[in-house]
């Protein structure tokens, strides 16, 4: 009696230790999270929408997703990549402005500091959601999954919206 109630007491003791290490996903929140509306065919009303040449299904349309990323943990995070259902790619992007002209790439991935957060937001960090495989009306919702380094997935829903 005495040997199973010791086992059991070490398999308890394993489980929580395992189950403690992984509360990283906790310290990330996504807030205010959205999507611009896209139309096939149509692109995203303000000509940031381009057909992607090659892509087959959908005719390329693309659109981006904007949130605000907070990080409570002490330590740094980092936004490894995005994924969607909506998109033939989905790729985490900078925009920004270079000798009077405005440029966007992709990056490799997003810094979330310490107690901190990080925008993405038009003109600036966004995730771009290229190859739509149909149309994104104001109101509709996009499932995101985010992959954290630390965090892991974070799963969010974006409301899709006409900016």
């Known amino acids: 009696m005495k040997t199973k109630i010791f086992c059991t007491m070490i398999l308890i003791a394993i489980f929580v230790s395992a189950c403690g290490g992984k509360t990283e996903a906790a310290s990330i929140t996504i807030e205010n999270a959205w999507v611009r509306a896209a139309q096939m065919g149509s692109g995203m009303g303000n000509n940031m929408a381009t057909p992607m040449?090659?892509?087959?299904?959908?005719?390329?349309?693309?659109?981006?997703?904007?949130?605000?990323?907070?990080?409570?943990?002490?330590?740094?995070d980092k936004l490894l990549k995005a994924e969607s259902d909506v998109a033939m790619m989905v790729e985490t992007h900078l925009s920004e402005m270079k000798d009077g002209v405005m440029t966007m790439h992709e990056v490799e991935g997003i810094e979330v500091p310490a107690k901190g957060q990080v925008e993405l937001k038009p003109g600036s960090y966004h995730v771009m959601l290229m190859g739509l495989k149909r149309d994104l009306n104001a109101g509709d919702k996009v499932t995101l999954t985010?992959?954290?380094?630390?965090?892991?997935?974070?799963?969010?829903?974006?409301?899709v919206r006409n900016p």
């Open 53 to 76: 040449a090659g892509m087959e299904g959908g005719n390329g349309a693309n659109s981006a997703a904007y949130m605000l990323i907070k990080n409570s943990s002490s330590t740094a």
């Open 146 to 159: 985010l992959t954290f380094e630390k965090a892991g997935k974070v799963v969010i829903e974006a409301e």
